[in-house]
């Protein structure tokens, strides 16, 4: 089955600030999906992200917070930008595959 | 819109027990997927066990079964045996048919936390 390198696993960023997750797959998948999950709570989908277009964002998430980047069918990354408190979370990564889906071990994101 | 429902927050089973996990869909489709994730602390999404709408059968895998009751729209996971590593995050995740596109995006119930007595 596909696997997905997600980086960084963890991070601590400064309040105004920007990072970038990148999710690197070892095989090609169709469809790239992003993910919020705060601990031990359901995943909320952010964006669905395709090759060659742009990513469509889910209610209550825009462009301008959350660039996505999808380059090619192995890569993706998303950017949580001009960040306060309110976006520490965790963030996952998913891509679509033939037989399922394969998911990245998230990203846990504190904001100081 | 489809949606999930998993109405228990939490549960505990006393190693080597039975457990079942409940979770409820709504969707006005007749062909979909139905999926049970594990999550444990290491926060790795592991597909436990899947299953066609489309197929009467209940699908299962190894200690894991389902009870997929579509016209009541119910999808309950059962471990049995349960071991010490089955303690973990469950989700219930519903999926539209298998086609190319936005369909293909996973919607998850709330999820259950699930602990194991030794």
């Known amino acids: 089955s596909a696997v997905i390198s997600q980086k960084p696993s963890r991070d601590i960023c400064q309040r105004g600030t920007s990072l970038t997750i990148q999710c690197q797959v070892d095989s090609q998948v169709t469809m790239m999906f992003w993910y919020r999950q705060q601990p031990g709570q359901s995943l909320t989908l952010i964006a669905t992200?395709?090759?060659?277009?742009?990513?469509?964002?889910e209610s209550g998430f825009v462009i301008d917070k959350f660039p996505i980047s999808r380059p090619n069918l192995t890569f993706s990354t998303l950017t949580v930008s001009n960040m306060s408190p309110e976006d520490s979370s965790i963030y996952l990564c998913?891509?679509?595959?033939?037989?399922?889906?394969?998911f990245g071990s998230g990203t846990r994101l504190t904001v100081v | 819109a489809q949606t999930v429902t998993q109405s228990q927050p939490e549960m505990s089973v006393q190693e080597a027990e039975t457990v079942t996990l409940s979770c409820t869909y709504d969707?006005?489709?007749?062909?979909?997927?139905l999926f049970w994730y594990k999550q444990p602390p290491s926060r790795q999404m592991i597909l436990v066990i899947r299953q066609e709408a489309y197929k009467q059968q209940n699908a299962t895998e190894n200690r894991f079964s389902v009870n997929f009751q579509k016209a009541a729209k119910s999808f309950s996971l059962k471990i049995s045996d349960s071991q010490l590593g089955d303690a973990a995050m469950y989700f219930c995740a519903y999926r539209n048919h298998w086609k190319e596109g936005a369909n293909s995006k996973l919607t998850f119930g709330k999820g259950i936390t699930l602990s194991v007595r030794p």
């Open positions: 969707t006005s489709e007749s062909d979909y997927y």
């Open positions: 998913s891509g679509v595959l033939h037989y399922g889906y394969t």
């Open positions: 992200a395709n090759q060659g277009s742009e990513a469509t964002y």
